[in-house]
């Protein structure tokens, strides 16, 4: 059977998102069909819209979601109909070189479902993250439904399927913060302020939060930030270096992944520290530092997929910190919205008066 459901497309690069009419096929081998209840707008679904991700339009936007599972394929065992779960994009293979070193949260060959969901006139589209989330009911791979506890706000908890995660696990995960440690975030939109949030979880005792927006720096303290810097207004390196002893953070976080804020995290950070980046370049960004500096300043320079998180590691044990109240994931989610109302939320996005927008099907 063929399910007729209303979704969100990106038809063409920068052109505004449309509601359409689409064709979900019923779930087949390793496939799982969900109902969605929630699904968060994120810049990472801008970013397709932009055309900053590939040029393979038309794109079924969406993908930090929570769900129903409705059906699934025949060999399906881990997930089945009525469970809860949290939408991810990394449903791991379990055999490739990352996966058999025990190393899945790096899995080279993640799932995806292998049908597609079409327009009305059969033209294929492609789901963001391999998701879709924006519309009634999607088809994943099973492996993309993380079972979690019924028993928690839907919008919240479905944030960490992407943005939020990729912030708590770009401190926690890939920085490796730990208690005592000094960390900077540049950029705190959702992923940023997450990022914050992980590093005070993680016991950082310097958190200072950068952006050029000053609402957002407000947004940052509350979830955990000691000390903002507005970079439009000064320079953030050395505001960083003054709020470390002179010296630089041990972890610098950049949420934003442009050249120049690249560059900050790099010069902000202390000797033998260590440079995250999260936030995702565009593909005519390079980059250009004085290789003895690379060396000379040692420590590491990580980037970060997703917060390098394993979805069913990070996801139930993040749900249970949210229920024990030390994890604020309501905080995220600035306003509920429907589902024709997320090119509205875009234009948020870009006037900074959101965290997050979600979407409730
Ligand atoms: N690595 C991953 O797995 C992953 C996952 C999700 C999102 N992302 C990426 O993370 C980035 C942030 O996503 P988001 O949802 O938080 O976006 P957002 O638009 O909500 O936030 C971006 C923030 O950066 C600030 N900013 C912009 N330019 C700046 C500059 N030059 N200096 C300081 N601050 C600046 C903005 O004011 C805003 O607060 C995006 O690139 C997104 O695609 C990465
Ligand atoms: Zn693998
Ligand atoms: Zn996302």
């Known amino acids: 059977m063929v399910h007729k459901v209303k979704g969100v497309v990106a038809r063409s690069k920068g052109a505004p998102v449309t509601l359409e009419t689409i064709l979900v096929p019923d779930p087949g081998p390793?496939?799982?069909?969900?109902?969605?209840?929630?699904?968060?707008?994120?810049?990472?679904?801008?970013?397709?819209?932009?055309?900053?991700?590939?040029?393979?339009?038309?794109?079924?936007?969406?993908?930090?979601?929570t769900?129903?599972?409705?059906?699934?394929?025949?060999?399906?065992?881990?997930?089945?109909?009525?469970?809860?779960?949290?939408?991810?994009?990394?449903?791991v293979c379990g055999n490739c070189r990352a996966c058999n070193r025990g190393e899945a949260q790096y899995c080279f060959n993640t799932h995806n479902a292998t049908q597609k969901m079409t327009l009305e006139d059969g033209t294929?589209?492609?789901?963001?993250?391999?998701?879709?989330?924006?519309?009634?009911?999607?088809?994943?791979?099973?492996g993309q439904c993380t079972k979690v506890d019924p028993d928690a706000d839907a919008a919240a908890i479905g944030l960490l399927g992407c943005g939020v995660m990729a912030g708590l696990g770009a401190?926690?995960?890939?920085?490796?913060?730990?208690?005592?440690?000094?960390?900077?975030?540049?950029?705190?939109?959702?992923?940023?302020?997450?990022?914050?949030?992980?590093?005070?979880l993680a016991g950082a005792t310097t958190i200072v939060a950068v952006d050029i927006d000053a609402k957002k720096l407000e947004r940052a303290k509350e979830l955990g930030a000691t000390h903002t810097v507005d970079s439009s207004a000064s320079d953030?390196?050395?505001?960083?270096?003054?709020?470390?002893?002179?010296?630089?953070?041990?972890?610098?976080?950049?949420?934003?992944?442009?050249?120049?804020t690249y560059?900050?995290?790099?010069?902000?950070?202390?000797?033998?520290?260590t440079v995250v980046l999260v936030g995702v370049p565009t593909p005519d960004m390079t980059l250009e530092?004085?290789?003895?500096?690379?060396?000379?300043?040692?420590?590491?320079?990580?980037s970060s997929w997703y917060g390098d998180c394993l979805p069913s590691r990070d996801f139930p044990m993040l749900i249970s910190l949210y229920k024990q109240g030390k994890l604020d994931?309501?905080?995220?989610?600035?306003?509920?919205?429907?589902?024709?109302?997320?090119?509205?939320?875009?234009?948020?996005?870009?006037?900074?008066?959101?965290?997050?927008?979600?979407?409730e099907l």
């Not at 969605?36 to 993908?63: A, E, N, Q, R």
């Not at 699934?72 to 949290?86: H, K, Q």
Request: aromatic fraction near 6%.
């Open 30 to 65: 390793g496939e799982a069909l969900v109902d969605i209840i929630t699904s968060g707008v994120c810049h990472t679904d801008l970013h397709y819209k932009l055309g900053g991700i590939s040029d393979d339009f038309p794109f079924l936007l969406g993908h930090e979601a």
């Open 67 to 91: 769900g129903v599972v409705s059906a699934v394929g025949p060999d399906v065992t881990d997930v089945a109909p009525g469970d809860r779960v949290v939408l991810n994009w990394r449903a």
């Open 236 to 260: 953030p390196v050395e505001k960083i270096r003054e709020l470390t002893g002179g010296f630089g953070a041990d972890v610098v976080i950049d949420a934003v992944g442009r050249p120049e």
């Open 263 to 273: 560059k900050q995290a790099f010069y902000a950070r202390d000797l033998a520290g």
């Open 171 to 200: 401190a926690i995960n890939t920085g490796g913060v730990k208690r005592g440690d000094s960390v900077a975030v540049i950029g705190c939109g959702g992923v940023g302020v997450a990022a914050i949030a992980g590093a005070a």
């Open 124 to 142: 294929e589209l492609s789901a963001a993250l391999g998701i879709g989330a924006f519309i009634e009911k999607t088809l994943v791979a099973a």
């Open 329 to 359: 994931l309501d905080a995220f989610v600035t306003e509920r919205i429907t589902i024709d109302q997320v090119e509205e939320a875009f234009g948020k996005m870009h006037s900074g008066s959101v965290l997050r927008s979600v979407v």
């Open 289 to 302: 530092l004085p290789l003895l500096d690379v060396f000379g300043r040692g420590g590491s320079l990580k």
